[in-house]
């Protein structure tokens, strides 16, 4: 990769890392339904305008409707309420560890749904290796129990495993659908399918806001998905597919970081220890390095 891009990726992976961060700060005023709606309407938003000022062409038929509506319930809302409650019982940097865990999901569903992508021997060692990663650092002890402080370890888990068939069904139905509306289809309809009941069950806290609360949440949607959004398309154009793995591995860094800095939050010897094997997993299921060290 050019240094452009290098500094393009480590950006990306700030930016998703900083959403943990985030999440933290607005939960102490928020309800993590009002989180996620204010993340997608306000990126919707946005991203509409650019869409029109751009004047960017495209048909919307019924089967394309039908597909973004699917994707943004497995890419958006489903991920980002389990993401945001697990948030509430535990740290933003443990959450973006077991984060980590949606490039060893999205592997194996594609080699069970997608015949072109092959499960060979280094990314089936690097998946093992980072289901490892993630044992540790929820705690192999924890790992069958279901206490309501643990919770929000497995919530994210699941948003991971949503994540994961979100790629397969992007990769499945939408692949000919441009990247910058297929992005703003989604957050338009997650917009559209959580209004109803941001009003009906929500307006209190819409009504309360105040110019703190609306600056994070701008932010928050601006940065994590506006901003990122349009990195992640040019790290596409520009470096291909395979460095946005890159991504994930900066995330938990990234997160931990913001989180420990801004809110003094720690991390157990177990979490650093798990988030070590997991970017382990990650470059093993990257392949590159493999190659290079063992040509």
Known sequence: MANKDWFLVLLLGLFWGSSFFFVEVLLEYLSPFIIVYLRVCIASI??????????IKFQLNLRTFFNLFIMSLLNNIFPFLFITFGQQTTTGGLASILNANTSFVAIILAALFLPAERLNLHRLIGILIGILGVVIA??????????NDDLGKYLIIIATISYGFAGVWGKLRLDNLSPIIAATGMLTLSTLILTPYAISNHF???????????SYALAFAVICSVFAYFLYFKILESAGAGNLLICTIIIPPSSIFLNAFFLNQSITLNEYLGLLIIIIGLVMLDGRLLKKIMP
């Open 46 to 55: 946005f991203l509409i305008f650019f869409v029109f000022i751009r004047q």
């Open 138 to 147: 929820i705690g192999y002890k924890n790992i069958f129990e279901l206490r």
């Open 204 to 214: 209190y806290e819409i009504y309360t806001f105040n110019i703190y609360i609306l």
